[in-house]
């Protein structure tokens, strides 16, 4: 095998090299089937995906492997990451699989799976299986006449609307407000425009033609310009950008400002303090939260954990310190009570029920947060060696960190699912932060570029 499997976010890469191949997607639905088959009974595996050309490819590669090894599958089509999870649990599966690689070009893809309960495999699990296919250990097979049937379901579309819409308080609508949404091209472009149909809004829509190769292409939740554009030229309310399986979003105020998702999480938790149903009075962050936000719940008397980056980890750091809400800066905003992943569509009715509630525009609830000036950079990088290990990168940073006097942050780490380093500085000054943002990147693309 030609390295590691797995990383943050499930099996991530190309589509058709290394590990996105059809082989490795083959040899996993049997290592997925074998873990399973450890339990008596028949077994059952639900499959969603999102828009891109090479997610036929995947899916039909995981079934074979799945069927091969006795288990049985359920195919639901182009469908968001959350409500795959919702489905896994409403058919009471054994797991769950999505093929996405979520705000990647179409030409990257990824599989991740969700046991039982909706939630992403442990590490231990994801390892096990990956020793599995460094073997291709998969000689016990199922009996001739117990081979795995595979069927498409039609009606999973509509359960996860209904199942999104009760979210919302009942009895309540979104008649009067107009909202300019953005699908990426991706996983959400049939349902998401939905939900926010049937509960009275007038929705002007983008994004909703995928072809296969246009997801995320100028569109979604990493252009955000699309909807500052759009709220503006059709004068709406709010505008809203998911990205390409719709497990997270971007929004814009009416007057065509980006609220993300550390602004977000600090509306939600202040609307359920104020309503004394934060539980814990406590929400997890993470490392690259803004020290704006944090500091604001602080003051309200909210507790911050702050976890490391990716929905996974802000998941485990919830059940841990046993807190309803948790999120990220790029928008993943995951609310426990509703479901265990992220969800675009569920985050956008629980902003637009608290604007609708309290009479206000995001733009007033969004004022709350004052930001810390921050600089992301993204270094492309041809591989990952620990950054420890980097004499010119630790000094750069280590001098950063003596410019910003104990009044900023410098984190710098891999993306755990595309090959570049991400450098964020942040600080009092944003001339300051730029500046020694840029030094750090510079130093890094000497040695790694």
């Given at each position: 095998?030609?390295?590691?499997?797995?990383?943050?976010?499930?099996?991530?890469?190309r589509?058709?090299?290394?590990?996105?191949?059809?082989?490795i997607?083959?040899?996993?639905?049997?290592?997925i089937?074998k873990?399973?088959?450890?339990?008596?009974?028949?077994?059952?595996?639900?499959?969603?995906?999102d828009t891109?050309?090479?997610?036929?490819?995947?899916?039909?590669?995981l079934?074979?492997?799945?069927?091969?090894?006795?288990?049985?599958?359920?195919?639901?089509?182009?469908?968001?990451?959350p409500?795959?999870?919702?489905?896994?649990?409403?058919?009471?599966a054994?797991?769950?699989?999505v093929?996405?690689?979520?705000?990647?070009?179409y030409?990257?893809?990824?599989?991740?799976?969700?046991?039982?309960?909706?939630?992403?495999?442990?590490?231990?699990?994801?390892?096990?299986?990956?020793?599995?296919i460094?073997?291709?250990?998969?000689?016990?097979?199922?009996?001739?006449?117990?081979?795995?049937?595979?069927?498409?379901?039609?009606?999973?579309?509509g359960?996860?609307?209904?199942?999104?819409?009760?979210?919302?308080p009942?009895?309540?609508?979104l008649?009067?407000?107009?909202?300019?949404?953005?699908?990426?091209?991706?996983?959400?472009?049939?349902?998401?425009?939905l939900?926010?149909w049937?509960?009275?809004?007038?929705?002007?829509?983008?994004?909703?033609?995928?072809?296969?190769?246009?997801?995320?292409r100028?569109?979604?939740?990493?252009?955000?310009?699309?909807?500052?554009?759009?709220?503006?030229?059709?004068?709406?309310?709010v505008?809203?950008?998911?990205?390409?399986?719709?497990?997270?979003?971007?929004?814009?105020?009416?007057?065509?400002?980006?609220?993300?998702?550390?602004?977000?999480?600090?509306?939600?938790?202040?609307?359920?303090?104020?309503?004394?149903?934060?539980?814990?009075?406590r929400?997890?962050?993470?490392?690259m939260?803004?020290?704006?936000?944090?500091?604001?719940?602080?003051?309200?008397?909210?507790?911050?954990?702050?976890?490391?980056?990716?929905?996974?980890?802000?998941?485990?750091?919830?059940?841990t310190?046993?807190?309803?809400?948790?999120?990220?800066?790029?928008g993943?905003?995951i609310?426990?009570?509703?479901?265990?992943?992220?969800?675009?569509?569920v985050?956008?009715?629980?902003?637009?029920k608290?604007?609708?509630?309290?009479?206000?525009?995001?733009?007033?609830l969004?004022?709350?947060?004052?930001?810390?000036?921050?600089?992301?950079?993204?270094?492309?990088?041809k591989?990952?060696?620990?950054?420890?290990?980097?004499?010119?990168?630790?000094?750069?940073?280590?001098?950063?960190?003596?410019?910003?006097?104990?009044?900023?942050?410098?984190?710098?780490?891999?993306?755990?699912t595309?090959?570049?380093?991400?450098?964020?500085?942040?600080?009092?000054?944003?001339?300051c932060v730029d500046?020694?943002?840029?030094?750090?990147?510079?130093s890094?693309?000497?040695?790694?570029?």
């Amino acid at each position: 095998m030609a390295g590691k499997l797995f990383g943050t976010d499930g099996v991530r890469g190309r589509a058709n090299y290394y590990p996105m191949t059809a082989e490795i997607s083959l040899m996993l639905g049997k290592a997925i089937a074998k873990v399973l088959r450890r339990r008596a009974g028949k077994h059952r595996v639900v499959i969603g995906k999102d828009t891109r050309l090479s997610c036929y490819m995947f899916e039909n590669a995981l079934i074979a492997g799945l069927n091969a090894m006795g288990v049985d599958t359920l195919m639901l089509g182009p469908l968001p990451t959350p409500a795959v999870a919702f489905i896994t649990r409403a058919y009471r599966a054994d797991a769950g699989i999505v093929i996405s690689a979520s705000h990647n070009p179409y030409y990257d893809n990824g599989i991740k799976i969700f046991s039982a309960d909706g939630f992403k495999l442990p590490d231990s699990i994801e390892e096990e299986m990956e020793k599995m296919i460094e073997k291709e250990d998969f000689k016990d097979l199922p009996p001739d006449g117990e081979l795995g049937r595979n069927k498409r379901i039609e009606d999973a579309g509509g359960r996860y609307i209904e199942f999104v819409k009760a979210t919302f308080p009942k009895r309540k609508t979104l008649k009067g407000m107009k909202i300019f949404l953005d699908c990426a091209n991706g996983a959400g472009h049939r349902v998401a425009p939905l939900v926010f149909w049937e509960l009275d809004a007038q929705v002007i829509v983008t994004g909703n033609e995928p072809d296969g190769l246009n997801i995320n292409r100028q569109c979604g939740s990493l252009h955000p310009e699309v909807i500052q554009k759009g709220v503006i030229e059709h004068q709406a309310n709010v505008g809203i950008a998911l990205d390409g399986d719709a497990d997270r979003l971007i929004l814009a105020d009416e007057k065509g400002n980006v609220v993300d998702g550390d602004t977000l999480l600090a509306i939600c938790a202040q609307d359920l303090h104020r309503r004394g149903l934060l539980k814990n009075n406590r929400v997890v962050a993470t490392v690259m939260s803004n020290f704006g936000m944090i500091k604001f719940l602080e003051s309200l008397g909210i507790e911050v954990i702050l976890s490391k980056v990716g929905d996974r980890y802000v998941i485990q750091d919830m059940l841990t310190y046993d807190a309803y809400l948790g999120g990220e800066q790029s928008g993943h905003l995951i609310f426990l009570d509703h479901n265990p992943t992220g969800d675009g569509v569920v985050s956008a009715l629980q902003v637009l029920k608290i604007m609708a509630e309290t009479e206000s525009t995001l733009s007033e609830l969004a004022a709350c947060v004052q930001k810390f000036p921050q600089t992301l950079i993204n270094v492309p990088v041809k591989h990952k060696p620990p950054l420890e290990a980097l004499k010119s990168v630790q000094d750069s940073i280590a001098l950063a960190e003596k410019e910003l006097k104990g009044e900023g942050r410098v984190l710098v780490r891999y993306s755990g699912t595309e090959e570049v380093c991400r450098v964020m500085v942040e600080g009092a000054k944003k001339h300051c932060v730029d500046g020694l943002a840029g030094q750090i990147a510079e130093s890094i693309a000497k040695e790694l570029g």
